[in-house]
């Protein structure tokens, strides 16, 4: 599955984006799909995630501002992110478990987030 990104850019504090990540391959065969997130110095976190069951997890700083979703018939994957702050700020990767593996199969190249103050 190879993944790309889109979306990303530079918003208020406040704001509103929505991150799309388009799959080669159906993500309807990944054992889930999720968003990971960097900051510069920082650990990659992981945002949100999606099972192929539907069920979600989500970053306890995100709850309630972040909704995760996918369209299984365009294989697409959302992150609608509303009310960023600052601390949102990162690099956004699309990613897919295709194994049971702890970490992600696949990766996309990353789409940059960047709120200001």
């Known amino acids: 599955v190879q993944l790309v990104e889109s979306g990303g850019g530079l918003v208020q504090a406040g704001g509103s984006l929505r991150l799309s990540c388009a799959a080669s391959?159906?993500?309807?065969?990944?054992?889930?799909v999720g968003w990971y997130r960097q900051a510069p110095g920082l650990e990659r976190e992981l945002v949100a995630s999606?099972?192929?069951?539907?069920?979600?997890f989500y970053l306890h700083s995100v709850k309630g501002r972040f909704s995760i979703s996918r369209d299984n018939a365009k294989n697409t994957l959302y992150l609608q992110m509303n009310s960023l702050k600052p601390e949102d700020t990162a690099m956004y990767y699309c990613?897919?478990?295709?194994?049971?593996?702890?970490?992600?199969?696949?990766w996309g190249q990353g789409t940059q987030v960047t709120v200001s103050s």
């Open positions: 391959g159906s993500i309807f065969n990944a054992n889930a």
């Open positions: 990613v897919a478990w295709i194994s049971f593996a702890p970490m992600p199969d696949s």
């Open positions: 999606i099972s192929r069951g539907g069920d979600t």
